[in-house]
């Protein structure tokens, strides 16, 4: 059974910075795709920030140069370093997997970012 669970959401003034993280389980992230969305009040759900298996990096043009996304695959744990918040930036935060060999997505409950002006 695959389990995401992330950790790291708060409320932060604009400018500030917080690192959110990705306990993950029955998956392993070394060999997976994985990453970050969010979703805001009232729109999508976004992708923010995606790692592949090969260590491409993929990042929305709204959070370049301020979000980055790292994983260890020692402790099966996948991260995003963000900095320079903005109030756009607040979200549920969703940490994300798919299986390079399955394609099977999984997803976790999500953590919120409050980021105030």
């Known amino acids: 059974q695959v389990q995401l669970v992330e950790s790291g959401g708060g409320l932060v003034q604009a400018g500030g910075s917080l690192r959110l993280s990705c306990a993950a389980s029955?998956?392993?992230?070394?060999?997976?795709?994985v990453g970050w969305y969010r979703q805001a009040p009232g729109n999508q759900r976004e992708s923010v920030a995606i790692i592949t298996s090969g260590s491409s990096t993929n990042y929305a043009d709204s959070v370049k140069g301020r979000f980055t996304i790292s994983r260890d695959n020692t402790k099966n744990a996948v991260y995003l370093q963000m900095n320079s918040l903005k109030p756009e930036d607040t979200a549920v935060y969703y940490c994300?997997?798919?299986?390079?060999?399955?394609?099977?997505?999984?997803w976790g409950k999500g953590t919120l970012v409050t980021v105030s002006s």
């Open positions: 994300y997997a798919r299986g390079v060999v399955t394609g099977i997505e999984y």
């Open positions: 029955g998956i392993a992230i070394g060999i997976a795709t």
